[in-house]
């Protein structure tokens, strides 16, 4: 029996699974390998605007401390759910092992619709969980960051209220903070700027001219939006963007600008046009070079994988691509996958940087940040690429091969206490 369950936590152990199968792994270090060192859940009470009490359920998985303190995003989210907060958290072993970060996986959030309270309501509920958490994380233990639903705001209340409990400033206890609290410059289009990076590497590996290339992006908030960004500044065609609210293609090419100037007035696309709009399942199989799915979990799946008519498929998000579909991708060599743990990797890698800064009191210029990001994630795609292709495996494979081996091999080397 487990408190894991859902199928977002299953897809999870199905990757890993297959992982492990392909390493030959043994099977008695496998569940030491693939199940979290920690789980915690927390209630969450705060007093609404209207002077009522309100509980909300908050959690925190922590997948492993073998290489160093854990690392992990914090969402608010009003369906969020354990067994997904803990696939979330074992993702991001994988993602951290792959980049060379001396971190575990992990990731927490609360259960709680942004929209639907108040910004009191939302700092009241975000130092209430920082508060029940502060005996579980630190600096060196576990250092929070934002997710889907959580900004730089939020991130700051949580370091308020930690630096005010131990009675000194702790930048370090959270990354994605604003550069005014100790964050770093690029951290915000760091994720983004990662998805472009990747992208263009594989359609040059293609032979297909970047500045010539035509892309699609599901979801636009800070990954997509930022990714959408910058590859027009690149010289790419956008012809099709969506969030949760609507969907718009547009086959010569919509108008960026504009879009993102009306997606941070309203805070979604909905109404920014009549004329373009599409069904948001369809805008995934419409053509294009590059399809960035930014938004949420298993959005490619059996039933539209084989449709799919793009040549590069770059994950923004985390666990966009069901195994089913999986299986259905690697046998159509047309489409260059380039893997969630991957491909969206340098939200991580800058809060590194961003963690690193805060330790040392010592800022570096964006410039810096962002070409120690090129380096990282040029030498991660170059390592997935040579396994790739020296295994005949599928890039998923080889990036999770990576990985998986190196949490392997430190558990391995630090052995089990008695």
């Not at 991001?92 to 001396?102: I, N, V």
Request: charged share 20%.
């Amino acid at each position: 029996m487990s408190v894991y369950t859902g199928e977002v936590f299953e897809m999870a152990r199905t990757q890993f699974n297959r992982i492990a199968d392909q390493l030959n792994m043994p099977v008695d270090e496998r569940d030491r390998i693939f199940y979290p060192k920690r789980a915690l859940t927390v209630s969450c009470p705060i007093h609404r605007d209207d002077g009522s009490t309100m509980v909300y359920q908050g959690y925190r998985v922590q997948h492993h401390l073998t290489l160093g303190p854990t690392k992990g995003g914090t969402r608010f989210s009003n369906n969020l759910e354990i067994g997904e907060v803990a696939a979330l958290a074992i993702w991001m072993s994988w993602k951290c092992a792959l980049a060379g970060l001396p971190y575990g996986g992990a990731k927490g959030g609360v259960c709680v619709d942004p929209p639907a309270v108040s910004q009191r309501e939302l700092e009241a509920i975000s130092r209430r969980y920082m508060q029940e958490m502060i005996p579980f994380v630190g600096p060196h233990t576990d250092i929070m960051a934002p997710d889907m639903g959580t900004n730089e705001q939020v991130m700051a209340w949580f370091m308020d209220t930690y630096s005010m409990h131990v009675g000194h400033t702790v930048s370090e206890i959270v990354t994605g903070k604003p550069v005014a609290s100790g964050g770093t410059l690029g951290r915000r289009e760091a994720t983004g700027r990662s998805i472009v990076y990747l992208a263009e590497q594989a359609l040059e590996k293609l032979e297909i001219n970047p500045r010539h290339a035509t892309v699609i992006v599901q979801g636009f908030g800070n990954v997509g939006g930022y990714a959408t960004q910058i590859f027009h500044e690149h010289g790419a065609k956008v012809v099709g963007v969506s969030d949760h609210t609507a969907a718009y293609y547009n086959a010569d090419g919509l108008d960026v600008p504009a879009l993102v100037a009306y997606g941070r007035k309203h805070g979604v696309l909905k109404g920014f046009s009549t004329e373009l709009t599409i069904n948001r399942e369809k805008l995934l199989t419409q053509p294009c070079d590059v399809l960035v799915p930014a938004a949420i979990e298993r959005v490619i799946t059996e039933k539209n994988a084989g449709s799919l008519r793009c040549r590069v498929l770059a994950e923004g998000a985390n666990g966009p691509t069901t195994p089913e579909a999986d299986t259905i991708l690697d046998q159509n060599k047309d489409i260059f996958v380039i893997p969630d743990i991957l491909c969206n990797s340098g939200g991580v890698i800058v809060s590194y940087f961003e963690w690193v800064q805060d330790l040392q009191q010592f800022f570096w210029g964006e410039t810096e940040v962002n070409d120690r990001l090129a380096q990282v994630m040029g030498k991660a795609f170059a390592q997935v690429t040579a396994r790739a292709k020296a295994e005949n495996v599928s890039m998923r494979t080889a990036a999770m091969a990576i990985g998986v081996e190196k949490v392997q091999l430190a558990k391995r080397t630090r052995g089990l206490f008695p």
